[in-house]
């Protein structure tokens, strides 16, 4: 199509007006305005109005191909367009010249635009920069760049008022940081406007910048005891006040070359860590913490003492001697306990010497099966006091026997209720219970209802691997109502009735006085008082009761 339009251009301007003639002939160009691309090609026409023309061109300093003519026109392409020119195009007519010029402007759409924030982390208060160029883009004054931060524009710099061409397309805005600044997003978009020479418009931008503000004024602090013990957990913590924003902050705890696993907290404007330390040798180790926010990194340094305190060792010759035989005890400080703690054993009086072990030298008896012993060490590190307690048992080996409290050689048992033969050995390790009656052995932990036929002698057997001993046992069955005798019942019988009785008389006597109490002096009824007990005394006597035997 465009073709055609310029081939109709072209017969048009060929066409002789009337009265057209050689002095009056015109030189034309086209297009009549150029607008290429950076690199590009562009096709240029020359022609005339004049019937017979002679010598003709064109005038550049660009790279040009004559790709067509006519007798009224020359058609070139200039290759590889790379900056502003002025093309002239002339034909001369009955040797008369004539000339005419064509502007070519290059353009360059803004295909790159890069942004620059400096710096990436800003303290607060402090200045930052956004910087925003274009490194290719023409023309120049054509161009306009706005700096965003969201989607507001922060500024806006056009190019076309500049009377002396700035040496880059460039933006430059400053600012001071402040904590609702933290995360903006900062862009920057280009637009390149060739409508005044007759082109559109484009469009580029920059990819997206976030700003990072922080606030760490403080340094960390640690928290730790000074007193460390080897191989025991303990909770150390550092801490940072006025820190923004705390949720990022960065904590890592050392112990000397060992790094801690710390645990993460915050609220409001201050962080902090915990961790757990176990020292793994004794001495004095440092405790660090590094904390990071952005760029910046602080780190506070604490000296800890450790120390070593295992439990002190106590040992028994034999955990299991037998009854009769000695027992030495001996309570003495770890090999890796440092310093030496002073000692103590039960049963002996009071601390040793710093590092001299305590022992006690006794014979076994029945009586110390379950003892416990315990050996207790103190240690002193620096002016504060450590003690640890370690426990043992003894237990003594003795053959079985039976006790009268435990197994009674003697039991009654009463007809129609439920009862158990009560036998318990003692004995070191457990005996074991076996009891027979009339041969067959009598099962202990099964309640059977007593009859006459269960009377007779039990025979108990209580074996461990030390013995074995044995007892028997009578067991005697009696009716429910045996063992009370007939002078009992008739004595009780008596005793309740004059009991009774003495209450109905009590009761008869005092009813007529009672009616007749109001009307009486104080001494009158202190004298009743005294009749009423003498009487009642003879009446018990009257009525009490006559023991038999």
Sequence with gaps: ?????????????????????????????????????????????????????????????????????????????????????????????????????????????????????????????????????????????????????????????????????PPRAEVVVTARAQRENDRSNFSCRAELDLSSHGGGLFHGSSAIKVLRIFEFSQSPQIGVSSLLEVGVAETVSCEVARVFPAKEVVFRLFLEDQELSPFFSWKGDAAWASATARAVEAGEQELSCLVSLGPLEQKTRKLVHVYSFPPPVLEIEDSYPLAGTDVNVTCSGHALTSPSPTLRLQGTPNFLATGEPAWLLFTAREEDDGRNFSCEASLEVQGQQFVKTTEIQLHVLYKPRFEESGCPGKQTWVEGMEQMLACVPEGNPAPALVCTWNGMIFDLDVPLKATQSHRGTYCCTATNQLGSVSKDIAVTVEGPYEGISSSTIFTITIFVLGISLLTIVLYLNYWPCKRNSRRLSYGEKELNKEEESQFADQQAEKYSPIIID
């Design 1 to 165: 199509m465009e073709l055609l339009l310029f081939g109709v251009w072209t017969l048009l301007v060929l066409i002789p007006c009337p009265g057209t003639t050689k002095e009056t002939f015109e030189v034309s160009v086209w297009p009549n305005q150029a607008l290429v691309e950076s690199g590009q090609s562009l096709m240029v026409n020359c022609s005339t109005t004049c019937p017979d023309p002679g010598p003709s061109g064109i005038e550049t300093f660009l790279k040009k191909t004559q790709v067509g003519k006519g007798p009224q026109w020359r058609e070139f392409v200039l290759e590889d367009v790379t900056e502003n020119s002025v093309l002239h195009c002339f034909f001369s007519c009955s040797g008369i010249q004539k000339d005419t010029r064509l502007d070519i402007t290059v353009y360059q759409p803004p295909e790159q635009v890069i942004l620059e924030l400096q710096p990436a982390w800003v303290a607060m208060g402090e200045a930052f920069t956004v910087r925003c160029y274009v490194p290719s883009v023409a023309p120049l004054e054509s161009l306009t760049l706005t700096v965003l931060q969201g989607d507001q524009a922060l500024h806006r710099k056009s190019f076309v008022s500049l009377t002396a061409a």
